[in-house]
Structures are given as structure tokens and as C-alpha cells.
């Protein structure tokens, strides 16, 4: 008996990757013996280190999972591929997860597949073969079929186009014979107007009052409140009142449909006003756009004229009370300062006459000024006194004398002190009656400062006042209208086409849904 010996063979698997095998044709996996835990686990802790990051580490599972190994891990995984001779981070062994293993399976049971391309000579035959074997009679009733398929496509066709017709064509066809036909043309009057604020003339530094001054976010408000006016039926009645509005509309040479009712009411005409006065603001230049529409362009000359006006009265109107209260307020302080002046200077004169006094600080100077001589001379005698009296034998006549006179002028100067302060009379004193008029002085001193403050207001009123002022200026000026505006029949049938033909897709696909719901 003769022993072969094993001759290793390498076959090439679909992957690029050689393995062994041996005579029998058994496959050598390392899987089939058993490994070293402590090796698996060390290899295992190195992937880990390598810093995989955790698309890698998917990848790696998706790509083991495809090849049917048995893992742990996703490091374990790693570790199998690269012990069978697998990069899973590699194109190809990503690629090989999404395409199929064996295209010899198309086919099976189970499977799905994509629809084949078909020869078309293989197609052409096959059609052929079926044409022959057909049965005459199947061949009748497939033709009768297509016929009746035929005609009902025909009849549906048909349908369709005739409510198109019905519903769409036809009223669009009105609208245009009325807008070309029989709609009376108007002429509209377009005119622009700005309201501008007076500038100030102060020279004081610029604020959060004046950072908006010259723009059209100081005069918002006021266009707004114009505009809101304009469009207003009070601005409809003055209209009315002023040009006949109303008669002008009602008139028989225009066309029914835009003519007013004999009679109408108010809001009638307010409806046919909003209509034919369009008023718009534009904030971010501050024109108030308007265009009136009438029969007749001179009355739609006349018409704008007229709100043009209406509009400036109204601007004036707005600041108008502010200005008048300011200036009302202003001098009525005025008055109020220099009635009270006056009053104080008649108290103050009156004081001088009954004290016969002009000034309060003069007469207690001279006062004062007796006072201070007499001491000084009181002085004077008493050193003189002194000096008689140092002598040997002094004269009793000329120091009695001295002494005497010393008295007087103590005397007086004690009646002088007593009018100042009228101690023992009981009278007014001096002091009492400069009070009286210093007080009466300053009175009126204070009712002066008051009257330039009030003058000094009245002034700030009136420039504050002329700030206040706002001004309608006219950007456009309305034209009479040579041609007329309206209606625009062209525009208006194009709409009228677009309206109608959304309204009737709308009721279309309604009605198909409902259908569709009911059937089901």
C-alpha cells in the first residue's frame, strides 16, 4: 500500500484571497482548531490601541457578518478578517457588501429580480407565434373593444371641451363684449402730494426729537391720519356736498353695471367712492399717491382739485389746537407775570409816599452816619475833659461846660438809636420801615425776573409752534386726462379667463374626489 502525499493546492476565491486546500478538497479554516483566550485577548487589546475610529469599526462588523464569521466584538471582528486575509477597511470588501454572491441564483424562488431585456427578434417571434394561434372570434371582440374604448374617449373628449365652453369660454366671452363693447370709459386724474415739516431755526443740539427731523418718519403719523381722511366718508360727503358726487355717477350715459341707483344710499355711494378714489402711502418716502377715477376728465380734474384741498385743511387742522394751546398758555403766563409786577410796584410806591422815603438803606445811613460823627465828637470832648482835669487846679466852669456837652451829645445820640429801633417811642422804627420796603423792593425785583421768564417762554411757544407747522406740498400736480384709463378690456378679459378657469379646475377635481370616495 502506497501512501500519497498531500500536495497543497491554492484556490482562488472571489474575494482575491488564496486558500488552501488540501487532496481531500476539505477547507482549512483557523477556525476549525482552537486558539489561545490569552492570544485572542492580547490581539484583541492591540486592535484597540490602533485608534480605529467607529465608521471603521462598523464597517469591519458589516464586512464579517458578510463573510458568516462568529465574533465578539467589533475589534474581535478586526481580528478574524485579518487572520482570513481581509483588509475590511479596503474599497473592494466594501463593495462586495452590497453585490450580490452568485448571479447564477437569478432565477431561484424567492428572489426578486429586475425585468430583462428582451431580444426584439425573440419578442417579434413570440408576438408571431401568438398572432397565429390567435382564435378569429377573440380577434373580433379585441377589435370591438378598441373601437368602444375609441368612442368613449371621444364622447368624454367632447364633454370636456363643452363644459370648457360652457363654463369658461362663454363667460369669458361676455366679459370681453362687456368691457369692449358696453363698459362707458373713465378718465382718472393721478396727483402725488408730501406732507413736510418746518425746520427749526435753534441752534440747539441735535436729540432724540430731532434725529427723525427731515425724513418721512416725522410726518408718519400725519400722512397716515391724511390718508385715513381722504379715504373717509366724510371726505364723500364734502365731495358731494361741494361737486355732486353722486349726480355725477347716477348720470344715464353711464353703463349700468357702473352706474349708482337713483336715490342711493350712503354706503352705496361710499362703495362706489372706494372704488374710484384710490388712495395709497408709501412710508418710505412719505407721498400719499391718489388717482381719481371719473366719467368725465374735467370732472376728474375738478374732483382731485377738491381732495387735494381737503387734505390741506385737514394737515393744517392736526397741529393747529397743539399751536393754539401753546401760545394761549404762553401768554396767558405773560399777562399773569406783568399784572403781578405791576401790583408790586404800586405797593412798593406806596410804601415810599406814606414814609416819606425813597430808599430803605439811605435813611439809616444818614442814620448812622449823625451817630458815628456825634461819638466821634463825644471823643474829642472827653479827651479834652481828661486833659482838664490832669491839671493842677482845673476850672470848674469850663470842666462843668465839658461835661455838659459830653451829655447832649449822649442824649442824642440815644434819642437817634431810639428811632432806629423804637425801643421807648412806640412808634415805627426806622428798621421796621426798610424792612417794609426792602421787602416790597425785592417783591417787585421778583415780578420783573418772572415777566422775562414769561417773555422768554411766550418766545419758545411761538418758535415751537412755527416747528409745529406742517406743510402740504404737491410732488405731482393733477393733469386733466386726454385719453381714457379705464376699463383695461384686455387685462381684465385675461383675468377674467384665469378665474374662471381656476374655478372650474377646482369644481373638477371636487367633484373627481368625492367621486372617487363614493365609488370606493
Not at 391724511?226 to 371726505?235: D, F, I, K, N, P
Amino acid at each position: 500500500m502506497t501512501i500519497k502525499p498531500k500536495v497543497k493546492r491554492f484556490r482562488i476565491r472571489r474575494d482575491g484571497v488564496k486558500s488552501k486546500t488540501n487532496v481531500q478538497g476539505q477547507n482549512h479554516n483557523p477556525e476549525n482548531h482552537l486558539e489561545d483566550p490569552d492570544a485572542i485577548a492580547t490581539e484583541n487589546e492591540a486592535i484597540s490601541k490602533e485608534r480605529l475610529t467607529a465608521r471603521q469599526l462598523r464597517m469591519a462588523r458589516r464586512v464579517a457578518q458578510k463573510r458568516g464569521l462568529t465574533f465578539t466584538s467589533e475589534f474581535d471582528a478586526v481580528r478574524q478578517l485579518r487572520a482570513a486575509g481581509i483588509d475590511p477597511f479596503q474599497q473592494k470588501s466594501v463593495l462586495e457588501l452590497v453585490m450580490p454572491e452568485d448571479s447564477s441564483n437569478a432565477g431561484q424562488p424567492g428572489q426578486i429580480q429586475l425585468p430583462q431585456k428582451v431580444n426584439p427578434r425573440h419578442k417579434a417571434k413570440v408576438a408571431g407565434s401568438a398572432g397565429l394561434k390567435m382564435n378569429p372570434e377573440h380577434a373580433a371582440e379585441i377589435r370591438q373593444i378598441q373601437v368602444d374604448i375609441a368612442r368613449r374617449r371621444r364622447r368624454k373628449l367632447l364633454l370636456m371641451f363643452t363644459r370648457l365652453a360652457f363654463f369658461v369660454l362663454l363667460p369669458t366671452f361676455m366679459v370681453g363684449w362687456y368691457f369692449y363693447t358696453i363698459a362707458t370709459p373713465m378718465y382718472a386724474t393721478k396727483s402725488e402730494v408730501v406732507i413736510q415739516q418746518a425746520q427749526s431755526q435753534s441752534a440747539s443740539p441735535a436729540g432724540l426729537s430731532t434725529l427723525f427731523q427731515g425724513t418721512s418718519m416725522a410726518t408718519q403719523q400725519d400722512s397716515i391720519a391724511v390718508q385715513s381722511y381722504l379715504a373717509s366718508r366724510e371726505a364723500m360727503l364734502r365731495l358731494e356736498q361741494d361737486h355732486g358726487f353722486k349726480k355725477h355717477f347716477s348720470d344715464e350715459r353711464i353703463d349700468s353695471i357702473q352706474r349708482l341707483p337713483e336715490n342711493a344710499t350712503n354706503e352705496e355711494t361710499f362703495k362706489l367712492y372706494t372704488d374710484h378714489v384710490r388712495i395709497s402711502y408709501d412710508p418710505t418716502e412719505g407721498i400719499i399717491k391718489m388717482e381719481v377715477i371719473a366719467a368725465d376728465p374735467n370732472t376728474s380734474f375738478a374732483f382731485s382739485e377738491a381732495l387735494i384741498g381737503y387734505a390741506e385743511e385737514q394737515v393744517d387742522q392736526l397741529t393747529g389746537r397743539l399751536r393754539v394751546d401753546q401760545m394761549t398758555g404762553a401768554l396767558q403766563s405773560y399777562e399773569d407775570a406783568e399784572a403781578r409786577r405791576a401790583e408790586a410796584l404800586a405797593s412798593w410806591l406806596e410804601l415810599q409816599e406814606s414814609m416819606q422815603q425813597i430808599d430803605a438803606g439811605s435813611e439809616s445811613g444818614a442814620r448812622m452816619g449823625q451817630i458815628n460823627a456825634l461819638e466821634s465828637e463825644r471823643q474829642q470832648l472827653t479827651l479834652v475833659l481828661q486833659s482838664r482835669l490832669n491839671v493842677e487846679r482845673p476850672s470848674e466852669i469850663q470842666v462843668q461846660a465839658l461835661r455838659d456837652q459830653i451829655a447832649n451829645i449822649d442824649q442824642l445820640i440815644s434819642e437817634l438809636r431810639e428811632e432806629l429801633t423804637g425801643t421807648s417811642t412806640g412808634a415805627v422804627s426806622l428798621a421796621a420801615r426798610n424792612t417794609e420796603l426792602r421787602v416790597a423792593e425785592e417783591n417787585y425785583n421778583f415780578q420783573t425776573s418772572m415777566v422775562q421768564q414769561a417773555l422768554t417762554q411766550m418766545e419758545t411757544a411761538r418758535i415751537e409752534a412755527n416747528r409745529q407747522v406742517r406743510y402740504l406740498s404737491q410732488s405731482v400736480n393733477p393733469v386733466i386726462p386726454d385719453q381714457a384709463s379705464y376699463p383695461r378690456a384686455f387685462e381684465n378679459t385675461l383675468l377674467a379667463l384665469l378665474i374662471f378657469a381656476g374655478i372650474y379646475l377646482l369644481i373638477s377635481i371636487t367633484v373627481s374626489i368625492l367621486r372617487e370616495q363614493v365609488s370606493s
